[in-house]
Structure formats: C-alpha cells, structure tokens
C-alpha cells in the first residue's frame, strides 16, 4: 500500500511537469512564431458607416500613414496595437475602437462613429455638428447628413476651430455658467425632445435662433427661436426656449 502511494505521487508529479513542460513550450513556440510573422496588411472596419459616413476606412487608414503608425512589415511582437487604438480614439469623430492582429498577418481597426445630433451653422461663418452628448465635430470631410439645421445671428460658446467633448472643454475653462454654454444645452435637449417625439420627429427642418439684442427683448437676453417645419408654408414663432 505505503508502495502504492509512493507510485502515485511520483505519477502525479511527472504528469503536472509534462504538462508544465507542455504549457511552455507553446508559449515559447507562439512567442517565436510571433518573431517570425510580420503584419501584411492594415484593414479598416467602421462598422455603423451604413447609417452614418462622417469617416471613410481610406480617410482612417491615410491618417494612420500619416502619422507614422502604418506597422506593414513588422514583426507581431513589435507592433504597439495601443498606439494605434489611441490614435484612433483621439479622432472626435470615432466613439470607440478597438484594434487587433490575427495570425495570418491582417492588423484590424474597428470603430464607431459619434451620431451628430443637429447641425449648426451661424451667420458668422460657424459650420459645425453637435451630438447628444454635447461632442463638436467638423462637418467637412464626410457626406452631408439629414439632421436638424439651426441657423442664426447667435454666439457660441467656444472657440472657432474648437472639436470634442464641450462638456470637458466648459468645465476646463470654467464657461459652465455662460449663458451662450446654457443656451446651447438648452437647444440640444430641445431637439432631443421633439426627435424623439413621433408626431414631431423628423418634421423641423431648421431652427432659427436670433440673438437676444435682434429681437424685442433686452440686450443680452437669451435667443428666441423660430421653428421651420419641413412641409407648408408657415413657421413657429417658439420665443425662448426657457
């Protein structure tokens, strides 16, 4: 019996380190294969581009040569996936993105898009999208997209040039109590309410917002706005938003 025991143990010991020995070999023998393949090709997924075209795969995949990041030629083990993925991200346009490799060689970028909420253009010049989350992005670059227009003689609270998370930029800046930053909140969660409201949605075709000094209110009040509505010949008088 006390033989018995002694056997097994020995058995015991000898399957555990073949199986160590097993583990890692493969690990030394993946980690040679990945020394030995190089990335063949750089392949760019978007994958809501269908309802959304803000962003081209060509457009992401020249920005990644531009910058120097192309890894075509490297050696698996030497790519930074990481550099890639957060040069992605820092794109306004792109919401999330994740890259990868497979072993055939193909490094993979695979993102989403921001959805635009409203688009706005000002008299002054000011051509820019707005989202849900209070993101600004560019309209240039992209195939023009059906959304809400609001046009105007109004001030904007950032910068011209400015693109990314106004929330984050307000809060840095400390412009959370401009009453150009409040107005804008306003008209976003304005346009999100009749978007989402089915006898509405769809039916305002442009916003007219006029600066509180244009209109019969005092200088420096909040901008009336005017509604648009895609069929008839007849507008809406809404006033302030408040």
Not at 19 to 46: C, D, H, M, P, Y
Request: glycine share 8%.
């Amino acid at each position: 019996e006390r033989r018995r025991r002694v056997w097994q143990i020995i058995g015991t010991t000898l399957v555990w380190m073949a199986g160590g020995a097993f583990f890692v070999g493969a690990a030394l023998l993946r980690q040679s294969n990945e020394q030995a393949r190089t990335v063949e090709r750089l392949k760019v997924e978007i994958i809501d581009s269908a309802t959304h075209r803000l962003l081209s795969a060509d457009q992401v995949r020249a920005d990644i040569v531009a910058a120097g990041l192309l890894p075509t030629g490297q050696s698996l083990d030497s790519v930074s996936l990481t550099a890639i993925n957060d040069f992605v991200k820092s794109n306004c346009l792109v919401r999330k993105a994740q890259t990868f490799v497979d072993y055939e060689g193909t490094l993979t970028v695979r993102l989403t898009q921001r959805h635009p909420l409203l688009r706005i253009i000002t008299d002054s010049g000011t051509d820019v999208y707005i989202t849900a989350g209070a993101h600004v992005l560019p309209t240039q670059g992209g195939e023009p997209l059906n959304l809400p227009l609001v046009t105007g003689d109004f001030s904007l609270p950032f910068p011209r040039g400015f693109y990314g998370d106004l929330r984050a930029w307000a809060k840095e800046e400390k412009k959370n109590s401009d009453k150009n930053y409040i107005f804008l909140l306003k008209l976003i969660n304005f346009v999100r309410l009749t978007e989402s409201r089915p006898e509405v949605g769809g039916n305002i075709v442009q916003i007219v917002a006029t600066q509180g000094a244009d209109s019969a209110h005092t200088k420096g009040a909040e901008p009336t706005v005017e509604l648009i509505p895609r069929r008839g010949n007849y507008s809406v008088q809404l006033g302030p938003l408040e």
